[in-house]
């Protein structure tokens, strides 16, 4: 006779119910228990008891009961956390569920960085689309940082993004694709597009357009004058957002600094021109990032089959299952 399998996770001992996950989320967004209990549709005891059963179980406070409300502790905060990944993860599982009834392929979100978003992304989208019409696509493009914390919290499925030395990769999965080389880029007709020799200290005192302070392309911008015994940039504005720093660009002599497959995209549109000017401060490599934790629905595997079949003409790099 074959063996049972022994299930030892916690929380089938605990027996922890889905309701305590959502009683945990409501308290932690209404402050306190009442409010709460009247959003899940229940009484204020039972919500009370629920809540107590979870803190006995796991034998740890869960929030501080103040004078006019409650907050959580970092018991709690860990725990609430968690538990708003497993619903969010839940109501995707369900969202596949009734897609898949219907005769759809369900849902992917994709998060990227500009760059690939332009070169690597309507690529791969287009590929899936045709071979699966019905695959709902989410796309994201943010930064890094924000991407990665949208990953974690089970809203995006892939990213094509970056680590940055401080990042916690823990139950996460890199890929590496590329670098990403900048360039200095002006509006067209600007003098210094036709400019032969163009060094640094021609450009140092010119108006730019660069990213905000503390971002890491701010910091090796201004590094790159440092290390060439020049004044970085005073007259400067500070943005990431590329509508806006296109169209200043256009009725105007600003410069600005910009990763060289966005300039390429929008210099072959004939909306910015591309400087003859050797910027050496490149950006990290950035790569495909998935969750070690969790499987990859249907149509996420389809998208990052896509992706990787795209890779290799865009960025010459073979991946693994491409």
Known sequence: MALQPEYTH???????????????????EEGNI??????????????????KELEDVLEVPLFERLPRGMRPTWYGEAMIRHAREALASLNLAHEELMALKAGHFGQVGIGAITAPALALLPTAIAMVK?????????????????????????RLDILVARFFAEEDKSNLRYEPLTGEPVCAVARPGHAFASAVGLKLD?????????????SV???????????A???PPSDVIETAALLFITRMLQQSDLLCVMAVEVARYYAAHGILSILPLEMPCHMDDFGLITRTDRQLSPGALLLMKALKTSS???????????
């Open 229 to 231: 015994g020049l004044k």
């Open 130 to 154: 045709r071979d699966q019409p019905s695959l709902r696509v989410v796309l994201e493009i943010e930064t890094s940082p924000v991407l990665i914390e949208h990953l974690r919290q089970g």
């Open 10 to 28: 916690w929380f089938l001992r605990a027996r922890l119910k889905t309701r305590q996950l959502l009683l945990l989320s409501a308290v932690a």
């Open 34 to 51: 009442h409010a709460a209990a009247r959003l899940l549709n229940m009484t204020q005891p039972a919500a009370s008891k629920l809540l």
């Open 312 to 322: 290799l003409p865009v960025y010459g790099r073979k991946l693994d299952g491409s």
């Open 202 to 214: 021609d450009v140092a005192a010119a108006g730019w357009i660069v990213p905000p302070a503390g």
């Open 217 to 227: 392309l701010r910091h090796r911008f201004e590094l790159m004058f440092q290390e």
